[in-house]
């Protein structure tokens, strides 16, 4: 098959490089010349692990290519996916889809054969109609068919979870577009990762319905984590005890600063919009959307707390271990670190930050924070170490050399990586998310 993926960012190039590595003849498109170039060179635009060696293989084999050109790259192509950002919307929090309906229209401009034109990117219900629309007003004589893939990709682990995905959601309206997408996926099908077909509105509810229902799992917990607080129990018991039961599932409890990224606070305020627009609202959806955005100012209190209160806070230090949103990723999109670090200084709180990957991105979105090359030097003389992201390089801390570089051995845990008792035991006064 030839697959054609339009815009190469992180969902289009790792989709683009795992459908190469299926054996599709892939070519990624993106308007940014540079972003090519690059590519080119193999210097990859994001971080995902795993990616630059599958981009390198398959581009060797002679699978995958990369060009600025959109008539060039969807020549011959069986499927053209449509993989661009869809960007809250300045303003109202409606998903933006300029990009999308631009490509729509390019794509119309430039259809040289029959194809099926797929959204990857997430968008909201109806706007596989309006592509479908736009592709019939460019006049084209190709037929095509316009189908929705949502990606269910996590950042970090992006490529497993393309490769051995739970489920493939294809939203199609006629045997064009479903034929064609079971030859695309026929690989994995083969390995009996279910594919589930729907109508294609019905595919685009999907993916926010996913997404939403995920975060209200997160905030569900993380409000129960507060409870646990209050009245002395332990909010990873709670997890365990109420993961277990099959109905309820043990992904997604585990307690923290709030969620980030790039998908979870955009997506909930995009459904939002789309259950206003159609007067059907999702209160839930709401009450999630608004826990989740206090909690993060809240957690930045949480480390005022550990310093004594915010009056005494002006003019301590305090170390921040961890700014993106999540590990193994530099996206710092919505990070819950972003507003702790915000709440520190706005107190008067000298900050000195490390991230793994992250301190690029994050450098300009925290404009009073010091970024230090390695954990220890943000923790020299820090009257409190807060753990924000739960890399793997914060697991195992040495607390002994901790203890003696801190000016004060306070460690707030966010993400819940330590074990109260062992923490204690070493000397440091220590809090946490939901366990006393
Ligand atoms: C998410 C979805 O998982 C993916 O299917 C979708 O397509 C894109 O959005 P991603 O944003 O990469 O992926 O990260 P994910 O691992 O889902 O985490 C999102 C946020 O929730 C992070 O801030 C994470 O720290 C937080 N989280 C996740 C929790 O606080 N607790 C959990 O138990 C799980």
């Not at 914060?394 to 203890?403: E, I, M, S, T």
Request: proline share 4%; with cysteine; aromatic share 6%.
């Amino acid at each position: 098959m030839k697959i054609a993926m339009v815009g190469s960012g992180y969902v289009g190039l790792v989709s683009g490089a795992c459908f190469a590595d299926f054996g599709h003849d892939v070519v990624c498109i993106d308007k940014d010349q540079s972003k090519i170039d690059r590519l080119h060179d193999g210097i990859m635009p994001i971080y995902e692990p795993g990616l630059a060696e599958l981009v390198g293989a398959n581009v060797r084999a002679g699978r995958l290519t990369f060009t600025t050109s959109l008539a060039e790259g969807i020549k011959d192509a069986d499927a053209i996916f449509i993989a661009v950002g869809t960007p809250s919307r300045r303003g109202d929090g409606h998903a933006d889809l300029t990009f999308v309906y631009a490509v729509a229209k390019e794509i119309g401009e430039n259809l040289a054969n029959d194809a099926v034109v797929v959204t990857k990117s997430t968008v909201p219900v109806g706007t596989g109609d309006e592509v479908e629309r736009i592709l019939k007003d460019s006049g084209t004589s190709h037929k095509f068919s316009v189908v929705s893939n949502p990606e269910f990709l996590r950042e970090g682990a992006a490529i497993g979870d393309f490769k051995r995905p739970d489920r493939i959601v294809i939203g199609a309206e006629d045997d064009f577009g479903r034929e064609v997408m079971s030859a695309v996926y026929r690989p994995l099908f083969l390995n009996e990762s279910p594919i589930l077909f729907t109508g294609r509105r019905t595919s685009e509810l999907i993916k926010y319905a996913a997404n939403a229902f995920l975060a209200t799992k997160i905030t569900f917990i993380n409000e129960m984590a507060d409870l646990c607080e209050k009245v002395g129990a332990d909010v990873q018991d709670v997890s365990r005890g109420i993961g277990m039961d099959g109905r309820i599932g043990a992904k997604f409890l585990h307690a923290g600063p709030g969620y980030g990224g790039s998908c979870f606070p955009k997506d909930t305020l995009a459904l939002l919009k789309t259950a206003e627009d159609y007067d059907s609202p999702t209160r839930i959806v709401e009450a999630v959307v608004k826990v989740n955005d206090t909690r993060k100012r809240a957690m930045g209190r949480k480390v005022l707390d550990a310093l004594g209160g915010a009056d005494k806070a002006r003019g301590k230090k305090v170390a921040l271990l961890g700014l993106t949103f999540k590990p193994n990723t530099d996206d710092m999109r919505d990070s819950p670190a972003i507003a702790v670090a915000q709440t520190l200084t706005d107190a008067g709180v000298e900050v000195a930050a490390f991230d793994p990957e992250g301190m690029e991105l994050a450098a300009p979105l925290m404009p009073e924070v010091t970024m230090v090359e390695e954990p220890y030097a943000a923790i020299k003389d820090a009257d409190a170490i807060a753990i924000v992201t739960e890399w793997d390089a914060f697991r195992a801390l040495d607390l002994g050399r901790v203890k003696e570089l801190a000016k004060a051995p306070v460690l707030v845990d966010l993400r819940n990586i330590y074990r109260p008792d062992e923490v204690r035991a070493a000397g440091f006064e220590y809090s946490s998310i939901g366990r006393n």
